[in-house]
């Protein structure tokens, strides 16, 4: 089974709209780590944002905000005001305990196309 | 400023003949990974090493080894490049010790290709 679900292959936004990118994921341990990766075309993987399976609060970096929904089992990223700079492929991501925390799991990416 | 440095950026070999790959980190963090990833698909674990423990995925091939001599230098050793073998390979550290919360710190990669 998938432990990490982005649906949405590719996505268009226009530019200066708000986008949600989709991830669920699957995990029995109580304890895990979420987290949200931009990739750039040059290759290079830049953490966004960071959601604890504890924390009360949605994680907010910025224009990035993250929808976590801990019953559904899901931890969407939404970009506000969306930039030609945005136009990157985005992994969503989650860290175990049960795994001693190294592991990282990513899901199939979701490539964003901002439109100007 | 603190960084993950990976060297060469691009790197060409031929089919079968071993190549090396190389990542330093200055953040000083105890765990470093090698990810392999293909194109426009995730990227893949290979090992990862905790201070000095290596930590090999299971599906990893034999034909790719790491080295870690020290905190700050890890290699990533291809002994016989096949042509799917091609791919950005990605070094990223995590730390200062081993936590879920820990975002990982990723290199600009190594784009391998083979002939």
């Known amino acids: 089974a998938q432990k990490i679900t982005q649906t949405q292959p590719g996505m268009f936004v226009q530019e200066k709209e708000a986008v949600t990118l989709d991830c669920t994921y699957d995990?029995?341990?109580?304890?895990?780590?979420l987290f949200w990766y931009k990739q750039p075309s040059s290759g290079e993987m830049i953490f966004l944002i960071y959601?604890?399976?504890?924390?009360?609060q949605n994680a907010t970096e910025g224009r990035y905000s993250l929808n976590f929904q801990k019953a559904r089992k899901s931890a969407n990223l939404v970009i506000s005001a969306s930039q030609l700079g945005d136009s990157a492929m985005y992994f969503c991501?989650?860290?175990?305990?049960?795994?001693?925390?190294?592991?990282?799991?990513f899901g199939a990416g979701t490539r964003l196309f901002v439109k100007a | 400023d603190a960084m993950v440095i990976q060297n060469p950026r691009y790197q060409v070999t031929q089919f079968g003949k071993p190549v090396t790959l190389s990542c330093s980190q200055t953040?000083?963090?105890?765990?470093m990974y090698w990810y392999q990833q293909k194109s426009s698909q995730a990227p893949k674990l290979l090992f990862h090493?905790?201070?000095?423990?290596?930590?090999n995925e299971a599906d990893t091939p034999d034909n790719f080894q790491s080295r870690r001599p020290n905190t700050s230098f890890c290699f990533l050793d291809i002994r016989s490049p096949g042509l799917g073998d091609a791919a950005m390979y990605l070094c990223?550290?995590?730390?200062?010790?081993?936590?879920?919360?820990?975002?990982?710190?990723f290199g600009p990669g190594t784009r391998l290709t083979v002939l």
């Open positions: 990223a550290t995590s730390g200062p010790e081993r936590d879920i919360n820990n975002e990982q710190f």
């Open positions: 995990t029995s341990d109580p304890s895990y780590g």
């Open positions: 959601q604890g399976s504890y924390d009360q």
């Open positions: 991501a989650m860290r175990e305990v049960n795994t001693g925390g190294f592991k990282t799991i």
């Open positions: 953040l000083n963090h105890n765990v």
């Open positions: 090493y905790y201070d000095k423990d290596f930590n």
